[in-house]
């Protein structure tokens, strides 16, 4: 095979034009010091950008000098491995202590790696306040479960939630909010808890314990026989449970156990029934659940039960639904003086509704169903 002289010229002539390759200059003792200081604060690259050299040369120099990589620094930590060492499942709440500066700490020029000084961290993590932003309990590292265990035993006291204050006060949320706006209450506002809402006006609340239970809250009067107790009562007897019944009046759930725990306390059972007509379908001295009523005589009442035994006949029910229907038929069940455990319902569907229906009517029971619509 002939090869043009051409080509043959053309290549020689090309090899001659082509610059030759320069070798790196030496580094100097002032860029090597650079280096070092620059490292556990910025990447490869950036620093690269900062002396005029590139990345790689950089990382091959850290190599040789035996220089620790940006994330591996010596007394720093990234927030991946605090995450992990306090058993938590983001790992954004730990940036967002680095941004509030409750802890010491840092990005990494150039990377998205956040970095975190592990005697800041241990400062922290051994601070009553640090527990109201994590649980202290899910800890896995044994050293600082150690340390925090040594320091709660000598906190003696726990952060609560403005959910948990009002349920010891048997109030709700607002009026908790309000004493603490007002100074009557000692609250410590949690700005962007989870690290995900940047800039949110809305936050979280914590109140000690102790200073919980100084606080008096003076609750408005309230009368144990009037209308809302009456109603409370009703919706006891046809089997709704204390957070249903809560959100029908405006009530935490457990302020409705309370209250329904005071009346029948002081024996006000008979008395709501005699002095308000809405309850004269209610039956008292029952096995298990001491007062119940069929639900169908006062449907009017509770209209969202009737919608829900409607979407059930028509093969529409949601898992919602399907709760509602089966906990009122256990409790059925329970006042003609079957043993059943009305609060073992778990995840219900149609079919366990059906289920439930075959299970009363072998008993000889007629489930409280409503009639078919002709």
Known sequence: MLISTNLIQSAVTGAMLQMPQTKAPRWSEDELIK?????????????????????????????RRGIKA????????????????????????????????????????????WMVHEISLRRWVTSPLSWAYFDPSAITDDHLARLVYLARKCWN???????QVADMKCTNT?????????????GVHIREK???????????????????????YNAPAFDLVDKLHAFMLLAR?????????????????????????????????????????????????MPTVHVHADWRECADQF?????AFDRYMSGRASTDDCYLIARILKVQMAASGRNC???????????????????????????????RKT
């Open 237 to 285: 007897a046809i089997g709704l449970s204390n957070e249903r019944i809560g959100l029908l009046c405006g009530l935490s759930g457990e302020t409705v156990k309370k209250r329904m725990s005071m009346v029948d306390k002081k024996h006000l059972v008979p008395k709501l029934i005699r002095n308000h007509n809405r309850l004269r379908i209610v039956s008292t001295g």
């Open 303 to 307: 209209p969202h039960l009737c919608r």
């Open 157 to 163: 006291d726990e952060w609560l939630s403005t959910r």
């Open 70 to 113: 940006s994330s591996k620094s010596e007394g720093w930590m990234t927030a991946n491995q605090v995450r992990i060492r306090l058993g938590m499942a983001d790992g954004r709440p730990v940036i967002g202590w680095i941004r509030k500066g409750l802890v010491l700490g840092h990005q990494i020029g150039g990377d998205s790696t």
């Open 35 to 63: 280096i070092e200081k620059l490292l556990p604060f910025h990447s490869a690259d950036k620093v690269g950008e900062m002396v005029g050299r590139s990345g790689n040369a950089v990382k091959i120099i850290r190599l």
């Open 341 to 371: 455990n009305i609060g073992a319902l778990g995840k219900c569907t149609p079919d366990t509704v059906k289920r439930l229906v075959a299970e009363i009517r072998e008993l000889g029971i007629a489930p409280y169903l409503p009639e």
């Open 174 to 186: 607002k009026a908790v909010l309000m004493a603490i706006k007002r100074g009557q209450l000692l």
């Open 194 to 216: 989870d690290g995900r809402h940047a800039g949110a006006t809305w936050a979280f609340w914590a109140v000690k314990k102790s200073d919980a239970e100084k606080w008096e």
